[in-house]
């Protein structure tokens, strides 16, 4: 078994491309066979090598590494020029040179009287040669049907001569998508073809192609659309679709991977799989033939899981550019890791983790208004003051033993444990919300906590 996987590099790896990549490695590790990368780079206007970068950070990331290539399409296309020229001896293609002004017209009458819109056959059979501006178009036959076999769909069949006689080498000399898909599927030897169902009515003019050029024709599979909650094609209004705008809002590779291969593909009700499950499960029968729906909530719920799931080390190293790019130094790694820790089960992702997490980095605190205006106060510094005086003397530095120690200030004072311990979380966290203050207090140490306490009793002290 031989796949490819097989993306343009005119901008970055989508979440359709990224399942579509996902699946064709699956299902080749599976199977034992070879999982090649190859980049459609023939669109010269459009292909960027940043774009090209884009796409294979993105695989890299998502742990989709490829046996072979990453080859170039670019790079042979005097295979595919000889490959046309080929057919144009065998009179399996043809020299046209209608402009581009004529056909749009002739296509617009075929539309207003009800007619498919395909090229009329005026070059086809002229015997015209090559000139300025002219393209090859594929000589494709009149009568008969096309039947694909799909490996998910089940067989299609398509009558030829509702089928166009599509365009294989440009103007430009750079051959059309359609045929130098052909050319090179066939000489890399790929025997499965798997790729979004968009592709499914350009498979039988290729499916001509393939035997017009005596090759083999490898098996397909076509794999549903993604869609938005509203039905519609997936785009930027649902939201982020690409992969490494996904990783830069702070998700796990993980979770985009295992809810990915959610998304058309399922196994009884199980919801969670690690890698290695993927591999020994997956199995084209079990992709869905309709469309599957994006829902951002399951992503996040997702990333939550994987984020708690992840070792200790794991998380911290992907959480440090994070805190980094908030400006945090991170330079004490067994700090950074407690804070860390302490963080994963309030965070969805990594972001709402550095943005949650600020104070634990911060100098200066940074307040809430609403919050400092309600308890840093007179009315609550006391209780600040008492804290501060008494730290040093705390020998349980512990959470337990914080929490017995704050516990005890709150009744000798004559309150609830609840407003010493939420006037202690905005003095030292700016905030009303935050994990319990006992674990902050451990995790920041003594020192810190008392430096926060000053700053706190001295904007109190000086009205705010």
Known sequence: MRTRFAPSPTGFLHIGGARTALFNWLYTRRCGGTFILRIEDTDQVRSTDESTRAILDAMTWLGLNWDEGPY?????????????????????????????????AKRKKALAEGRKPKYDGTCRDRGLSRCPGSVVRFRCPEVGATVVHDLIKGDISFNNEELDDLILERADGYPTYNFAVVVDDAQMGITHVIRGDDHVNNTPKQILIYEALGYEVPLFGHVPMILGADKARLSKRHGATSVMA?????YLPEALVNYLVRLGWSHGDQEIFTMEELVRLFSLEAVGKSAAIFNPEKLLWLNQHYINAYPLEKLLEAAIPFWEGKGFDVTDRRYAAQATENLRTRSRTLVEMANSGGFYFQEEVVYDPEAAAKFLTPEYVGHLEVVLERLPSVADYTKDGLEAFLRALAEERGTKLKWVAQVLRVALTGRTVSPGIDEVMVILGKERVARKLRLAIDRIRCGG
Request: charged fraction near 35%; hydrophobic fraction near 30%.
């Open 246 to 250: 996904y990783r830069e809002m702070g």
């Open 72 to 104: 170039f399409q670019a790079e042979r296309v005097e295979i595919h020029r000889q490959m046309v020229q080929k057919l144009i001896d065998e009179g399996k293609a043809y020299h046209c040179t209608c402009i581009p002004d004529e056909l749009e």
